[in-house]
T-cell receptor
Framework: AQSVAQPEDQVNVAEGNPLTVKCTYS??????LFWYVQYPNRGLQFLLK??????LVKGSYGFEAEFNKSQTSFHLKKPSALVSDSALYFC??????????FGAGTRLTVKP | DGGITQSPKYLFRKEGQNVTLSCEQN?????MYWYRQDPGQGLRLIYY???????QKGDIAEGYSVSREKKESFPLTVTSAQKNPTAFYLC?????????????FGPGTRLTVL
């Protein structure tokens, strides 16, 4: 079955430190991978995607993600976290039927 | 100002009532989707539509119905057959279902059953 796993329910980081939000996937064929962010009582905002090409993908708000085929991972990173980055982050993968499969989400808290 | 709008933002339903959630997009996207979000479960697909007058069931379609009479609009009806309808409902759209591109999301409707 096609799926996405976000192994951490919660990630806590101090402001100014680097952050990583982890995602692993299981899908047949070449994966289409996405990261979204959700602020309280709001819809999801697209951050970045990997379709093909360079394994390091740069996205909105200074975020980037590294595609690692051998580890089937697509971790979200940012060099220096801001308090305003605190939100719920979702990793997603397109499965072979073109449905989007979402992880359960990781709550990021950045403390001043 | 392009985007997706959902209304209402908050909706309260009594047991046994049907309610309809509105979703409108002016992005000229062919594909539209409805998701349900519950705490700790991510998003689950209810229905999707690839084109006007066509729609398909997603993973959790039971107790829900949709229509797609216009390209811009994809309303979702939560029927009395849905046993646990309290949730946050998100509408999304994309250029096409098979383009591989990202989906764009509306602000959501929070439905509470009283």
């Amino acid at each position: 079955a096609q799926s996405v796993a976000q192994p951490e329910d919660q990630v806590n980081v101090a402001e100014g430190n680097p952050l990583t939000v982890k995602c692993t996937y299981s899908v047949s064929g070449n994966p289409y991978l996405f990261w979204y962010v959700q602020y309280p009582n709001r819809g999801l905002q697209f951050l970045l995607k990997y379709i093909t090409g360079d394994n390091l993908v740069k996205g909105s708000y200074g975020f980037e993600a590294e595609f690692n085929k051998s580890q089937t991972s697509f971790h979200l990173k940012k060099p220096s976290a801001l308090v305003s980055d605190s939100a719920l982050y979702f990793c997603a993968v397109r499965d072979p039927t073109w449905d989007m499969r979402f992880g359960a989400g990781t709550r990021l808290t950045v403390k001043p | 100002d392009g985007g997706i709008t959902q209304s209402p933002k908050y909706l309260f339903r009594k047991e046994g009532q049907n309610v309809t959630l509105s979703c409108e997009q002016n992005l000229n996207h062919d594909a539209m989707y409805w998701y349900r979000q519950d705490p700790g479960q991510g998003l689950r697909l209810i229905y999707y539509s690839q084109i006007v007058n066509d729609f398909q069931k997603g993973d959790i379609a039971e107790g829900y119905s949709v229509s797609r009479e216009k390209k811009e609009s994809f309303p979702l009806t939560v029927t009395s057959a849905q046993k646990n309808p309290t949730a946050f409902y998100l509408c999304a759209s994309s250029i096409s279902r098979t383009s591989g591109g990202e989906q764009f999301f509306g602000p959501g409707t929070r439905l509470t059953v009283l």
